[in-house]
C-alpha cells in the first residue's frame, strides 16, 4: 500500500536545505556595515515555511531535474519575497507592526534601514540568478513594474474606493501569483522542463498564486493575531476590496477550491514526480495561517 505523501516532513526537510544555502550565499551579520545585513538576515530568518523556494525545488523534481541546480533559484525567490514584505509592512504601504509573531523591520531597525534592507535583498536575487539571463529575466517580470510592483500599485490604489471583482483578481495575480508563478517556471526551467511541461506548470502557478490570496483574505477576516502571527483586519482597516468582503466567505473559499482543482488536473501528467506540488495545492487550500 502506498503511504500517503507527508508534507510537513518535505517542508521540514527541504526548507532546512534552503535555510543552509542562504545562511551560505548571503552575507553574515558581521559583515561591514553590520546594521543593514543584520537587518537583512532578520527578516530572512524570521521563521515561515519556505513556500517559494520550495515550490521552486519541487518543479525542478516534478520535471526530473536535480533541486541542487535550482537551489541559487530558490534563494534568489525567497530574497524576493522577504523584500517584498519588509516594504509592504512599512508605514508608508500596509503598516504592520508585526510579521510571523515578531515585530516588523522598521520596528526594530527603523524605517529607513528597513527600506536599505529591502533594496539589498531584492539586488542579491538577482546576483543569485546572474548565472543564466532566462532567469534574471523571469525574475525581473515577476517582480517589476508589471509584476509584484504592479499589484502593489494596484493595492494602493484601491484603498478607499469600491474595486470590481476583475480589479481585485488583476491586483493579486500581479502582487501574489506573480512571484508564485515565477519561484515554479524557474525550478521548471532549471530541470529542464519541455515547452510543454512548463505551460502545465504556469498554469499551476497562475492557480496556486490566486487561491493562496483568496484564502489569506478570507483569513485576515476569519483568523486571530495569536494564529496568524501578523495583524489581522487590516484589509478592513484600510477599506481595501477583497474578495471576501465582493463575494463574501463562502464563496471566496469555493472559487479558491475551483482553482486549486485546475491546478491537480495541470499536474496529471508528472504522475508522482509531482507529489509535492500536488501537496502543497491542497495546503494552499486548507491552511489555517
Request: net charge positive; charged share 20%.
Amino acid at each position: 500500500m502506498t503511504q500517503p505523501f507527508n508534507l510537513e516532513r518535505y517542508l521540514q526537510t527541504t526548507g532546512a536545505r534552503i535555510n543552509t544555502a542562504l545562511d551560505r550565499l548571503i552575507p553574515a551579520a558581521t559583515t561591514p556595515p553590520a546594521t543593514i545585513h543584520k537587518a537583512m538576515r532578520y527578516s530572512l530568518f524570521a521563521g515561515g515555511k519556505r513556500i517559494r523556494p520550495v515550490l521552486t525545488l519541487a518543479a525542478c523534481e516534478a520535471v526530473g531535474g536535480k533541486p541542487a541546480a535550482a537551489m541559487p533559484l530558490a534563494c534568489a525567490v525567497e530574497c524576493i519575497h522577504t523584500y517584498s514584505l519588509i516594504h509592504d509592512d512599512l508605514p508608508c504601504m500596509d503598516d504592520d507592526d508585526f510579521r510571523r509573531g515578531q515585530p516588523t523591520n522598521h520596528k526594530v531597525f527603523g524605517e529607513g534601514i528597513a527600506v536599505l534592507a529591502g533594496d539589498a535583498l531584492l539586488t542579491e536575487a538577482f546576483a543569485l540568478a546572474a548565472g543564466d539571463v532566462r532567469y534574471v529575466k523571469e525574475l525581473a517580470s515577476a517582480a517589476g513594474s508589471r509584476g509584484l510592483i504592479a499589484g502593489q500599485v494596484q493595492d494602493l490604489e484601491n484603498e478607499n474606493r469600491a474595486a470590481t471583482l476583475q480589479e481585485v483578481i488583476a491586483t493579486h495575480r500581479n502582487k501574489t501569483g506573480a512571484l508564485i508563478t515565477a519561484a515554479i517556471r524557474l525550478g521548471a526551467m532549471a530541470g529542464g522542463a519541455t515547452p510543454a511541461q512548463l505551460r502545465r506548470l504556469t498554469r499551476y502557478g497562475d492557480d496556486l498564486g490566486l487561491a493562496f490570496q483568496i484564502i489569506d483574505d478570507v483569513l485576515d477576516v476569519t483568523s486571530t493575531k495569536e494564529v496568524m502571527g501578523k495583524s489581522v483586519g487590516a484589509d478592513a482597516k484600510n477599506q481595501k476590496s477583497t474578495f471576501p468582503k465582493l463575494l463574501g466567505v463562502e464563496k471566496s473559499r469555493q472559487m479558491a477550491a475551483e482553482l486549486i482543482a485546475d491546478a491537480h488536473r495541470q499536474l496529471k501528467s508528472f504522475g508522482t514526480r509531482a507529489a509535492p506540488l500536488a501537496a502543497i495545492a491542497d495546503f494552499f487550500l486548507t491552511r489555517q495561517h
